[in-house]
C-alpha cells in the first residue's frame, strides 16, 4: 500500500519568517502535487510536480520534487496571515492516474 | 472552464435517515469522479471513485454507496445514516492526476 506522510502536522509561526514542510513516501510517483485548503472549503491545487529534482516557484513558495521522486518538498517565505490553511501532498502512483493518494496534511498558522 | 457543483452546501440528519449528495460537473467530458470524507482538519478519505458511468470502485466498506446515472453527475447516498457518518465530503474530477474539488457538503448527523 503506499503513503504519504507529511511533517509537521501543525506548525504555528510568526508573519515574516520561513518555514518548511516536507510529504515522504517510500514508493515512487509519477507525479506529486499540493494543495491549500482554508477551513469549510475545498482543497485548491497550488502545484504540479513531475520529474525529479525539479523545483517550481509560486511568489513566495518554493516546492521541490526529490530525485527518486519519493518526496517533496514546500517552502514558504515570508509567511503572511493570507498562507494560514491545510497543506496536503498528492501524489498520482506510477501505474494510474485514477487513484491518487493525499497525505493527512500539515495544519499551518501564521499569527500577525 | 470547468467548474464543479455540489449541493447541498451544510445538512443536519438524525441517525436512521436517508442522504443523498449530489455532485454535477460542467466543462468536461467523461471525467474521473472522486467522492471523499474529510474529518477536522486532515486528510482525505476516497470513498469512491468512477471512471465512467455506472463504473463505481469503493475504497472503504461501509454504509454508503455512489451512482454516476449520468457522465458529469456524481451521487452519494445512504439508506440509514450512523453518527459516524458526519463530516466533510467533498467531490472532485481530476486529470492526470491533478484533482478539482468541489466546495463540500457539510453534514452533521444528530
Redesign the interface.
Known sequence: TQLLEQSPQFLSIQEGENLTVYCNSSSVF??L?W?RQE???????LV?VVTGGEVKKLKRLTFQFGDARKDSSLHITAAQPGDTG?Y?C???PKTS????I????T?LSVIP | SQTIHQWPATLVQPVGSPLSLECTVEGTSNPNLYWYRQAAGRGLQLLFYSIGIDQISSEVPQNLSASRPQDRQFILSSKKLLLSDSGFYLCAWSWQGEQYFGPGTRLTVT
Open positions: 509519477s507525479s502535487q494543495y477551513p469549510g472549503e475545498g482543497p485548491v491545487l504540479t491545510l496536503l498528492a501524489g498520482a492516474y485514477d487513484k491518487v493525499f497525505g493527512p496534511g495544519s
